[in-house]
């Protein structure tokens, strides 16, 4: 379980594919202190640790994974948002992220708005449900709140930190990310499709 707050950027120093899967040797401020077994988020993606080396750590993507995110687009140098997981009893800054990522979404538009920044992105229509207006939303690993909804678009605005401090500001027209949709609408959605005393939706 993580938060959705950024803690390290990481770097792509090699990618090795062994049959439908990709393993990922990433450096970062953060290899040197973790341990194999260990769960990381990479851009919102949780992933194993699987081997260690003087800073950086291993970690593979299966088929799955790879289908429904952008980890399959990543190349050698490219930033990455890492994330440890949550410690429980700390305080929540966020919001509950499980690092599962539900689809991709592609950057429609980028405009500075005097000091910050706002994105608009489209996402796929099956999950309209998810995204309400001022809801949690996590992108590329980063808890966001979600403004201007429409059917299948919502706009995020960014602060100068996570502008700095994220490879949001990497993100360009046409750019893929990682998007997690709030668990608790998931939960409350997944209950509706079995209470068959809900009203039938059209």
């Known amino acids: 379980m993580f938060t959705g707050i950024v803690e390290s950027s990481g770097?792509?120093?090699d990618i090795i594919a062994s049959g439908d899967n990709l393993s990922y040797w990433i450096e970062s401020g953060l290899s040197a202190s973790l341990k194999v077994d260990q769960s990381l988020a990479h851009d919102?993606?949780?992933l194993t640790v699987e081997d260690l080396r003087t800073?950086?750590?291993r970690v593979t993507a299966?088929?799955?994974t790879l289908q429904k995110t952008r980890l399959r687009n990543w190349k050698t140098g490219d930033t990455v948002n890492l994330e440890r997981a949550m410690v429980l009893g700390a305080r929540l800054d966020g919001h509950m992220v499980q690092g599962h990522v539900d689809a991709t979404g592609v950057c429609e538009s980028v405009r500075e708005a005097n000091g910050s920044w706002e994105y608009r992105f489209h996402f796929p229509k099956q999950f309209a449900a998810l995204v309400i207006e001022k809801g949690s939303i996590?992108?590329?690993g980063i808890s966001l709140t979600a403004f201007d909804v429409k059917a299948n678009l919502f706009s995020v605005a960014i602060i100068p930190y996570?502008?700095?401090h994220t490879n949001i500001s990497g993100i360009?027209?046409?750019?893929?990310v990682n998007l997690e949709f709030d668990?608790?609408?998931?939960y409350i959605q997944r209950a509706r499709a079995f209470d068959h005393t809900a009203p039938e939706q059209e």
């Open 11 to 13: 770097f792509i120093r």
């Open 62 to 64: 299966i088929r799955e």
């Open 44 to 46: 919102g993606v949780c």
């Open 172 to 176: 360009q027209p046409g750019s893929l």
């Open 162 to 164: 996570t502008y700095t």
């Open 55 to 57: 800073g950086q750590h």
């Open 138 to 140: 996590c992108l590329n």
């Open 183 to 186: 668990m608790i609408g998931k």
